[in-house]
Nanobody, 124 residues
């Protein structure tokens, strides 16, 4: 069974940091672009960041540029989202998703399957 499992969420004060992990089981990630998405209560799911299969290209939502960094370790079959300078508006359920990387570029619109997510809460 192909599965992505998110972890690393938690509660943190504004200005703090967290590192989310997206681990694959049942398949290898090296042919897939991976996207991180989030959904806050009462809001639509939004794309946060994406990385191509090679790791050579990344994109970020304007709201997280300069604060979040996506990376991948294809040996460990895991993608990470390092989040720094966290703000209360970053509070959301964070999901990762995979799409076969046939174009070598990231497009949030290509993703469509979701796991259980990991909760991030930023509050003082």
């Amino acid at each position: 069974q192909l599965q992505l499992v998110e972890s690393g969420g938690g509660s943190v004060q504004p200005g703090g940091s967290l590192r989310l992990s997206c681990a694959a089981s049942g398949f290898t990630l090296d042919r897939y672009a991976i996207g991180w998405f989030r959904q806050a209560p009462g809001k639509e799911r939004e794309g946060v960041s994406c990385i191509t299969s090679s790791g050579g290209s990344t994109i970020y939502a304007d709201s997280v540029k300069g604060r979040f960094a996506i990376s991948r370790d294809n040996v460990k079959n895991t993608v990470y989202l390092q989040m720094s300078s966290l703000k209360p508006e970053d509070t959301a359920l964070y999901y990762c998703s995979a799409v076969l990387d046939v174009m070598g570029r990231c497009l949030f619109e290509l993703f469509g399957s979701w796991g259980q997510g990991t909760q991030v809460t930023v509050s003082s």
